[in-house]
């Protein structure tokens, strides 16, 4: 099957499952009628790329269609009206007004009737967007913090039920929040449904397929596993070394990437792709409106490659994409892709995939290039990288943050760090010596996390403040500092497009955990030490700015309240680094038909010039910093001199 739209009988499959699960208007008939020839191109052109054969794939399109028509009668109508209102403003996410925050439910608010609770401190913060960690059911014991799903279809006992969800759902879309969860892709628990069934089966004769043993990758021996082994790095040296387990109840070889209980899924089992597409559809049909796909890089394996970011990746998430838009078009994806500079923009969709696959993905080099420069006090490597990125698609938008969940691994482009004079090994060495407090001089106060000897890998555990050198007790001067590279490196995220996110504490500028490896299961994983639970004695000063508390949350406030009055940001505008600036500014160029803008971020500790013609060669006519809310002086030559981590903001004045 392959047309510009759906084909006679498809449309009859789709209607006869409509009819089945519900009685429906004919205005919603139509409406679904319309959708699936809007979309069944992007539909069925994944599928021929993952399944060549039609045999194999015009019986699963048949499937993939009539999921989705059960999803879309069984929607509720408050959730059919976000669909429509959705569809005429498809750029809802690419809007100054979205502002993020993640957190895990249970450590903001104890559980998901908590969290609802507390909405007025994220309502203050300037929150539309709020990405609660994984909440689903993992296995019990070790489960790579929520990341072990054994059943996508129930949420946490501790957090609360699936009702539970969907009333804080709800309750959310209700008050302009965007429900973001998370959908692990690439594994599950060895204790899932599909690999209890896969152990229950009999191992098959050579060349035969067989059931759910078939839902993974199952070697009878290390013939496989070790041609795979030569191409495929380790992803958790320390405790999970090697990519594959032996199961004696599976009497084989399991692919595991990341642990031996968490099984690599077989995506060429097109079995797979239906079983996550009704997942998904049924999650949103509980009120998620963003599914962030975990792991996503690592679904399609292939002999010789690292088995990361390949082809058949963008299909699949094109092929979930599209049935997604069918059934539900309010929900976006937004890819978990933590890869090399060149293969990010893939994840937004480039060739014939643009505009087809995620909605959203993470800027995991501005992260990077973000902590670089407030370590060096120098821009050139980042304007260099930064300036080096492809463009992104015109509906793709970028997630910008200052720090997540998880570590930070210093993903510096050799050929980036050539181009900036030092080398790409060295310069890595020198971020980790210095976010790990080992660096003479340095203020930072982070863990080392998964060093690894023989590749010089050094992870980085942390919080914002404890990382940007924010301690209890210091001197004045030296907390001065500090605030100001909070407030630098939170800017430089919120002034760059997309979608900011802040990762719980931040905006209370909490420290590591001191007593991270006091719980079970956290004394091996020190990124427990940047997941603290919201300290709620800190929140009751978030109004006091005479308090370091009060002083950050007012100030990430006052970022989300100027970012939403500035239509330059929305994520659409393109967007240039400008070279050849003082080495301790970095200015980025965003231009819009509203205007232009300049972000303008001095990373050193000392005063810096900027020329003012090159904010009339901009368009900025009389320069105005938005953030600082005045017009910018200069002197008779024509230069401006930023203060010490200055952040501004520049737009032409208001009239």
């Known amino acids: 099957m ?9 449309h009859a499959a789709a209607a006869a499952q409509l009819a089945e699960t519900g009685e429906l208007s004919l205005d919603r008939r139509q409406t679904f009628a319309l959708r699936l020839d809007r979309y069944w191109p992007d539909l069925a052109a994944a599928v021929a790329e993952i399944h060549p054969d039609p045999e194999v794939a015009d019986p699963l399109l048949t499937r993939l269609v009539r999921a989705a028509a059960a999803a879309y009668a069984e929607r509720s109508d408050d959730l059919h009206e976000l669909d429509q209102r959705r569809l005429l403003t498809p750029d809802w996410l690419q809007q100054p007004r979205m502002f993020g925050y993640a957190c895990y439910a249970e450590r903001f608010a104890g559980d998901l009737p908590g969290v609802a609770r507390h909405l007025d401190h994220l309502e203050a913060l300037g929150v539309t967007y709020l990405h609660l960690m994984p909440l689903l059911q993992p296995r019990e014991g070790d489960n790579d913090g929520g ?22 759902a709800t309750t959310l879309r209700r008050r302009g929040i965007s429900l973001v969860v998370d ?16 152990r229950a089966e009999q191992p098959p004769a050579l060349g035969e397929s067989h059931g759910y043993r078939d839902y993974f ?34 009497d084989g070889w ?7 209980w968490q099984w690599d899924l077989n995506w060429g089992n097109p079995a797979v792709l239906q079983e996550f597409a009704e997942i998904i559809l049924w999650l949103a049909n509980l009120g998620v409106e963003v599914f962030r796909l975990d792991a996503i890089a690592f679904l399609w394996k292939r002999m010789g490659t690292n088995c990361q970011n390949q082809p058949e990746v963008h299909a699949i998430t094109q092929a979930l994409h599209a049935v ?4 539900a078009p309010a929900v976006a994806f937004k890819a978990e892709a933590i890869v090399g500079p060149r293969d990010l923009v893939q994840y937004l969709g480039t060739g014939p995939h643009a505009g087809r696959v995620s909605d959203l993905a993470y800027h995991n080099s501005l992260m990077v290039q973000t902590w670089s420069m407030l370590a060096t006090g120098n821009s050139v490597l980042a304007r260099h990288a930064l300036a080096a990125l492809p463009a992104t698609p015109s509906t793709g938008t970028w997630i910008t943050y200052v720090r997540c969940h998880d570590d930070i691994g210093w993903a510096v482009d050799d050929s980036d760090a050539y181009a900036a004079g030092v080398t790409g090994p060295g310069h890595r060495q020198f971020l980790s010596d210095w976010y790990a407090g080992e660096f003479a001089g340095s203020w930072a106060e982070g863990l080392v996390f998964q060093a690894n000897p023989e590749t010089g890998d050094r992870r980085i555990s942390g919080t914002t403040a404890s990382l940007a050198g924010l301690h209890e007790g210091q001197p004045i001067p030296d907390e001065e500092a500090a605030l100001a590279r909070l407030f630098l490196a939170h800017a430089i995220a919120a002034g760059w497009g997309g979608v900011p996110v802040i990762w719980s504490g931040d905006e209370l500028a909490q420290p590591n955990d001191p007593a991270w490896a006091a719980e079970s299961g956290h004394e091996d994983d020190n990124r427990w030490a940047h997941r603290p639970r919201l300290d709620w004695s800190r929140a009751a000063a978030r109004d006091d700015t005479r308090t370091v508390p009060g002083r950050v949350f007012s100030g990430l406030a006052h970022l989300a309240r100027v970012r939403a009055a500035l239509p330059q940001l929305h994520a659409s505008a393109s967007i240039s680094v400008l070279p ?7 200015a980025v160029v965003r231009r819009h038909a509203s205007g232009g803008f300049v972000g303008l971020y001095n990373v050193s500790d000392r005063r810096r010039p900027f020329d003012l013609h090159r904010l009339r060669a901009a368009g900025l006519t009389t320069p105005y910093d938005a953030l600082g809310g005045h017009v910018l002086e200069v002197g008779g030559d024509g230069v401006l001199w930023l203060p010490p981590y200055a952040a501004w903001w520049v737009v032409d004045a208001p009239r």
């Open 217 to 250: 990758h199952v070697f009878p021996d290390r013939e496989l596993p070790d041609e795979y082994e030569r191409t495929l790095p380790e992803v958790f040296p320390d405790f999970a070394p090697g990519s594959f387990s032996w199961d004696d109840d599976l």
């Open 580 to 586: 050849d600036t003082d080495d301790g500014v970095l």
């Open 2 to 10: 392959n047309a510009m739209c759906a084909p006679r009988e498809i």
């Open 324 to 327: 997604t838009r069918i059934a």
């Open 147 to 168: 990341y072990a799903v054994q059943d996508y279809r129930a949420v946490r006992a501790d957090l609360g039920t699936t009702e539970d969800l969907r009333d804080l």
């Open 183 to 198: 959908l692990v892709l690439n594994h599950v628990a060895r204790e899932h449904e599909w690999a209890e069934r896969a």
């Open 254 to 260: 399991v692919w595991t990437t990341f642990n031996e």
